[in-house]
């Protein structure tokens, strides 16, 4: 089965801190994804990496950036954390076509 | 650009009767479709896909969905709901050449009574 961890369940950080949420996959997956979600407006996906080292903006990318040092681990990075930021993030992973999610974390931020 | 309408935010259904979670799609090309279900305080569960072929599709936990190229649908189906059914299912959609990202619907929570 392919897992994919996070390093929290849920987190509180103040206003203006920096944020940083791991995820790892155990699947030698290429692709991974970092979503959120909000009540009404489903899943918007922030950033995506297709290798290590490479990443793409996605459709909410502001405020966020990410790293992906090694296939199996994506970070994605809060600089300054705000308060309309508080949110579930997901992250997932691929091979082709379907995608295998983590436990998410609920990120609130005061 | 591609999209996906969830048309429905609840769906409403009595244990034991066949229940529908609808969803409609739009894509320059052939799509991928898929399906996920979200139960409460977790991440998301691949259920079910189309990729080609036939246009009935079975996937985990006794659902299905059917395929409508020229409805653009990919409803969701269950002949008989169970209680623990009850969740978040989402519709997502890509399309089918090269690599694309998914795009998720908003989502309808299913709520199944005893």
């Known amino acids: 089965d392919v897992k994919v961890t996070q390093s929290s369940r849920y987190l509180v950080k103040r206003t203006g801190e920096k944020v940083f949420l791991e995820c790892v996959q155990d699947m030698d997956h290429e692709n991974m994804f970092w979503y959120r979600q909000d009540p009404g407006l489903g899943l918007r996906l922030i950033y995506f990496s297709y290798d290590v080292k490479m990443k793409e903006k996605g459709d909410i990318p502001e405020g966020y950036s990410v790293s992906r040092e090694k296939k199996e681990r994506f970070s994605l990075i809060l600089e300054s954390a705000s308060t309309n930021q508080t949110s579930m993030y997901l992250c997932?992973?691929?091979?082709?076509?379907?995608?295998?999610f983590g436990p998410g974390t609920r990120l609130t931020v005061t | 650009a591609q999209s996906v309408a969830q048309p429905e935010d609840q769906v409403n259904v009595a244990e034991g009767n066949p229940l529908t979670v609808k969803c409609t799609y739009s894509v320059s090309g052939n799509p991928y479709l898929f399906w996920y279900v979200q139960y409460p305080n977790r991440g998301l569960q691949f259920l079910l896909k189309y990729i080609t072929g036939d246009n009935l599709v079975k996937g985990s936990y006794g659902f299905e969905a059917e395929f409508n190229k020229s409805q653009t649908s990919f409803h969701l189906k269950k002949p008989s709901a169970l209680v623990s059914d009850s969740a978040l299912y989402f519709c997502?959609?890509?399309?089918?050449?090269?690599?694309?990202?998914?795009?998720f619907g908003k989502g309808t929570m299913l709520l199944v009574s005893p």
């Open positions: 997502a959609v890509r399309v089918a050449r090269g690599y694309s990202t998914l795009t």
């Open positions: 997932a992973s691929s091979l082709s076509s379907e995608q295998y």
